[in-house]
């Protein structure tokens, strides 16, 4: 798995054929789920200490808050967050732009919780139990597909190894602020459903080539400023 010191590989790294591009692979704490939240909800009220998201920049940080652990492996810890507002409708939508049974969700999770998980996630997002994945290796589903993720360790695992996009989840998070959409176009950041509805269905398009689309772009609306 690259990591920080690998990132080196992504440096103008490219793919101009997507013809084999089929999935989406979904993570779901920090995606879908609000387990950032709830972490924070937790340290507050164990530890008394006021954090933000921005504050929290690596799994380490919560070294000094051991019950965040305890909270990952006790379903009734766990259970206590939020799903992100629209993250049904979110889920439909990228169905709509793969296909129905093209989108996967890829979470790492402790055995303790992996079935209430399988059934709360069914439950509130629609998927199928079959659309489920329980590995912290996500890059090892990810092979012809389009990956949304908030851990850049994934992000750039995945498109180092597979040459295929990535989409990075970002609502103010501490962990994932350096900028690997800027080493390669194959990485792309969304602030939200929406973006990263966008991007994924951008990286779909029939047009293989990403930068000639965004070019495209630039020079129809040559005064937009186009975010991507």
């Known amino acids: ?33 609000d387990l950032p939240q709830r972490c924070i ?14 504050r929290i920049n690596s799994w380490s940080f919560y070294n000094k808050y051991p019950k965040v652990y305890e909270l990952f492996g006790d379903w009734e810890q766990y259970s206590k ?9 979110f889920m439909y939508r990228l169905r709509d ?7 996967k969700l ?8 992996i079935q209430p ?41 995945h498109v ?3 040459r295929m996009p990535g989409v990075i989840m970002d609502r103010g998070y501490g962990w994932n602020q350096d900028r690997l959409e800027d080493k390669t176009d194959l990485i792309q950041r969304a602030g939200g459903f929406d973006q ?9 398009s029939k047009k293989h080539n990403i930068r000639s689309i965004l070019e495209e772009e630039k020079s129809t609306y040559p005064h937009a400023k186009i975010a991507l």
Not at 6 to 32: R, T
Not at 97 to 103: D, E, H, P, R, S
Not at 127 to 133: A, D, G, K, Q, T
Not at 135 to 146: E, G, R
């Open 117 to 157: 998980k399988d059934e709360m996630l069914t439950e509130i997002l629609g998927v199928e139990p079959e659309s489920i994945i329980h590995d912290a290796d996500k890059s090892l589903y990810s092979k012809n597909a389009v990956m949304i993720d908030d851990g850049l360790h994934n992000i750039s695992d």
């Open 97 to 103: 732009i793969a296909g129905q049974k093209k989108v």
């Open 160 to 162: 180092i190894t597979h």
């Open 1 to 33: 798995m690259p990591n920080r010191n690998e990132w080196f590989k992504l440096e103008g790294l490219s793919n101009s054929d997507f013809k084999n591009l089929e999935e989406i692979i979904v993570d779901v704490d920090g995606v879908v789920y």
């Open 81 to 89: 967050g939020e799903f992100y507002k629209g993250a049904r409708e």
């Open 41 to 54: 909800d937790l340290i507050e009220k164990e530890y008394g200490d006021k954090l933000t998201t921005m």
């Open 106 to 113: 890829v979470t790492a999770s402790y055995d303790s919780i």
């Open 196 to 204: 990263a509805a966008l991007k994924t269905e951008l990286f779909f």
